[in-house]
């Protein structure tokens, strides 16, 4: 590491507006400007507005702050803005309060759990490519969005209840993830302005939040007894024995909608894209779903024989990740030499980490080779795509099971082929996703 224990302050990156800081460049290439951030050094020190923000280029300080030193932060002023959207469920909560719900959360999430949910992600698959037809062009982002819905609210909601909630989710998600980048960017003033934009949030926040009310209402109508998530959510109880009353379960399941559905649905698209333009990477993935898919495939645990399949999708997650997340201060610390006060602002950025080439040699080559046994351990805090410490991602078997059942479902059928002149861009949220592109269907 650069820095070291005689260090007293970050190095300010270079480039800050008057008042603005460095918010024109974070909202202008928030890509581009993360990934300069590393020639500065370790811990460097940017500013939101007048917020000073410190950014981590290091996995070490990655891991120290994520993992080793994790309760001597919480969520920041990311998670400060999405607990607008999503309430105080898993996403958002820090602390005991989160360990408390992420102990009855998780057990939902578990690998023999998610066996309950491999039907409703396989009805979800057909639901969107039932009609697909050779030669036709498919919106693939958009598919790969559709299927992320469908199965998330197919496995939270109860069988042919979750329509509306998807409808409003479809709907409403994309405003609230752009409305969210420019409130973390500006300052705090600047949200509680009656702009166009704060407004179509604040109506997407009350729409989505409603249909979830509604599907709630109707689902405690009915008797107990279901596999889905929401049930489970309902009857859930405390350590003090006592239920969640609806706002709790309201959060958690916006929780679950907001943090499930973008991030699965771009990851798809993106694998699709991978595969196009790795024609050697492909054959080796359809040969081996063929296989898989001539033995049948009922439980989740058989997808396990997906494993060249499962590197292709890990190495599609180290290009195509979280923008950023951040973390905050609790109490007065210190960070590779850097003092850092109590409320301190941490943000750290998986995309720029997974590029570096320092931790992934040649990164700007695909390879699912790199995660192959045998090859050099990645440094921790190298590779985040499910970042890691007590707030890892809670529904990485569901994304890994999804996908990869979308995957079996849609090769074993179709090879897809980029347009000739297609250009697929990043557009970075939180997640990045891929611009609107079609692909051809061939059948195989
Ligand atoms: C490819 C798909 C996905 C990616 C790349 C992804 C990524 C992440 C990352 C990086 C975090 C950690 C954030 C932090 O440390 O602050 C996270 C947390 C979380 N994810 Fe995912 N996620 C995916 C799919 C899902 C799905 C399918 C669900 C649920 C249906 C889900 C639910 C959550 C929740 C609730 C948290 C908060 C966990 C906690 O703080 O305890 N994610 N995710």
């Not at 490519?129 to 199965?151: C, F, K, P, Y």
């Not at 405390?238 to 309201?250: M, Q």
């Not at 694998?271 to 080796?284: G, I, K, M, S």
Request: net charge positive.
């Amino acid at each position: 590491m650069g820095t070291g224990p005689t260090q007293t302050s970050a190095p300010p990156v270079p480039g800050a507006w008057p008042v603005l800081g460095h918010a024109p460049a974070l909202l202008r290439d928030p890509l581009r400007f993360f990934g300069s951030l590393a020639d500065h050094g370790d811990v460097v020190a940017v500013r939101l507005g007048p917020v000073p923000v410190y950014a981590l280029t290091h996995p070490a300080l990655v891991h120290q702050v994520l993992v080793t030193d994790g309760d001597l932060y919480e969520r920041g002023r990311l998670f400060d803005k999405l607990s607008r959207i999503v309430g105080h469920g898993l996403l958002t909560s820090s602390g005991p309060p989160h360990r408390a719900q992420r102990r009855i959360v998780q057990p939902l999430f578990q690998r023999d759990q998610i066996a309950c949910h491999l039907a409703a992600m396989r009805a979800a698959v057909g639901d969107v490519t039932s009609a697909w037809r050779a030669g036709q062009r498919v919106a693939i982002e958009s598919a790969g969005n559709d299927i992320a819905l469908l199965a998330v609210t197919n496995s939270l909601l109860p069988p042919r209840t979750g329509e509306e909630v998807a409808r409003m989710v479809k709907e409403n998600l994309p405003v609230l993830m752009r409305a969210l980048v420019l409130q973390i960017a500006l300052p705090e003033w600047w949200t509680r302005l009656p702009a166009p934009g704060n407004r179509r949030a604040e109506r997407a926040v009350a729409n989505l939040r409603g249909a979830i009310a509604e599907a709630l209402t109707r689902h405690r109508a009915v008797p107990a007894g279901r596999s889905d998530i929401l049930s489970s959510l309902v009857h859930a109880r405390d350590a003090a024995g006592k239920p969640w009353d609806d706002v709790a379960v309201i959060d958690q399941a916006l929780s679950l909608l907001v943090a499930g559905v973008e991030t699965t649905g771009s990851t798809l698209a993106w694998v699709f894209h991978e595969l196009a333009r790795h024609p050697h990477a492909e054959r080796q993935v359809h040969d081996e779903i063929d296989a898989a898919a001539a033995e049948g495939i009922s439980d989740p645990r058989q997808l396990r024989r997906l494993i060249y399949t499962t590197r292709f999708l890990q190495e599609t997650l180290r290009l195509h990740t979280l923008s950023f997340f951040m973390r905050r201060t609790l109490e007065p610390c210190e960070l590779g030499g850097v003092p850092l006060t109590a409320g301190a602002e941490v943000v750290l950025s998986p995309h720029a980490l997974h590029r570096d080439p320092r931790w992934h040699p040649n990164p700007e080559t695909f390879d699912p080779d790199r995660f192959k046994p045998g090859t050099p351990a990645i440094p921790k805090g190298a590779y985040l795509p499910f970042g890691t410490g007590a707030h890892r991602c809670v529904g990485e078997h569901f994304a890994f099971t999804e996908i990869l059942t979308a995957l079996t479902m849609i090769c074993s059928r179709w090879r897809l082929r980029h347009l000739p002149g297609t250009r697929v861009r990043e557009i970075p949220r939180i997640e990045v996703h891929p611009s609107k592109f079609h692909m051809l269907l061939e059948e195989r």
